[in-house]
């Protein structure tokens, strides 16, 4: 239901892009959650948009390099990612909690909805 896309393989220092679509329920009506999933590691929340005041919160480790933004007309979300470092490198995933405003925290069990990832690969 959620389509995450814009991966790639990025030199550090790059960016990258990462738009996110729904099919079969209004994205527009609710807040549009990022996260990422490393090889052996849990799947961390990484940036969360909402949808009424289009508010945003980051993890400490993508602020000053991540944005995040939507687009309720085309009810689609993106995720900028600048300044890109090898330990960025993971599957990113967009979903949503079908709340309108976004949680004080970024938690992978509050979500209802996930995309399938896109992968991002950051070396050299």
């Known amino acids: 239901q959620l389509q995450a896309s814009g991966g790639g393989l990025v030199q550090p220092g790059g960016s990258l892009r990462l738009s996110c679509a729904a099919s079969?329920?209004?994205?527009?009506?609710?807040?549009i959650y990022w996260f990422r999933q490393a090889p052996g590691k849990e799947r961390e929340g990484v940036a969360c948009?909402?949808?009424?005041?289009?508010?945003?919160k980051f993890v400490d480790s993508v602020k000053g390099r991540f944005t995040i933004s939507r687009d309720n007309a085309k009810k689609t979300g993106s995720l900028q990612l600048n300044s890109l470092k090898p330990e960025d490198t993971a599957v990113y995933y967009c979903?949503?909690?079908?709340?309108?405003?976004?949680?004080?925290?970024?938690?992978?069990?509050?979500?209802?909805?996930w995309g399938e990832g896109t992968q991002v690969t950051v070396s050299s």
């Open positions: 079969e329920f209004r994205l527009d009506f609710y807040a």
């Open positions: 948009i909402s949808s009424i005041d289009s508010s945003t």
């Open positions: 979903a949503t909690d079908l709340n309108a405003l976004c949680r004080a925290r970024l938690r992978r069990d509050d979500m209802i909805h």
